[in-house]
């Protein structure tokens, strides 16, 4: 964490803006994750709602990155208390996995999802969930700006989606209901769809195989984690030459 240089006569060091903004995201982050996926959870028995909700890739990177964003407060908190005091720098490569995935979650939603699905902006649990918490920790990310992540280490923000590649493959061979009576939690992937799994059809949203789909979402996943390094590399550097 960052601080403004003392003054003479101060006794506490001052926390910079930016700090102050990245601990006000991380915890409107934190505080619009309970409430969508409380929200989520009182919805009706269909898609993403009720008991099924913690199924789904929403609710679950909502999870990863809330709590996350939760911790790295309390833990800003400590260091303004104890400026000695450095968060790990695994922490901060976590927080950057799961801001990928966050931002995976309000993208497939608002591009893929949403238009197949009438009235979804209506409801406030998917706004919370899909736009509101994504861009809460997208901006924490930006402002907080971690030490530099290497290049290599962009594949680490595979790991969340290929688990629940899994996780979904898993509950869709054990005909778990995802609700609704489908054992699948999103449409693309429905391996028994009309595309199936490397077809295509003309019967829309299914124009596509499921595996068409994975090798389009681990393409974009890999593109926006290499991008989102890119960028903190960038600011990190301009930052470095202000100061």
């Known amino acids: 964490m960052k601080r403004d240089d003392m003054k003479c006569g101060d006794r506490k060091p001052r926390i910079a803006p930016s700090d102050l903004i990245s ?6 982050t934190a505080s619009c994750m309970v ?5 989520t959870a009182q919805m009706g028995g269909g898609f993403m709602g009720g008991g099924t909700a913690f199924l789904y890739f929403t609710v679950q990177s909502n999870l990863w990155i809330g709590v996350t964003c939760a911790l790295f407060f309390v833990l800003n908190v400590i260091a303004l208390v104890r400026p000695s005091f450095s968060i790990p720098r695994v922490l901060h490569i976590i927080k950057f996995v799961f801001t990928v995935s966050i931002t995976l979650t309000g993208i497939v939603f608002c591009c893929v999802l949403a238009p197949t699905l009438p ?3 209506k409801s406030a649990a998917n706004v919370l969930t899909h736009v509101v918490v994504p861009i809460a920790a997208v901006a924490d990310l930006f402002f907080c700006r971690p030490q530099e992540i290497a290049y290599k280490q962009f594949a680490f923000a595979l790991i ?3 688990y629940y590649l899994c996780f979904a493959g898993i509950g869709y061979a054990l005909h778990w209901d995802f609700g609704g009576g489908n054992n699948y939690p999103y449409f693309f992937l429905n391996w028994d769809s009309p595309a199936g799994a490397f077809g295509f059809s003309s019967e829309m949203p299914y124009f596509m195989g499921c595996f068409y789909w994975i090798v389009v979402m681990i393409a974009f996943i890999s593109l926006l984690s290499l991008g989102y390094i890119a960028l903190l590399r960038v600011l990190n ?3 470095e030459r202000k100061s």
């Open 35 to 39: 409430a969508g996926i409380t929200l």
């Open 160 to 162: 969340p989606p290929i």
């Open 237 to 239: 550097r301009r930052a």
């Open 119 to 121: 009235g979804s902006f």
């Open 23 to 28: 601990m006000l995201l991380q915890l409107l």
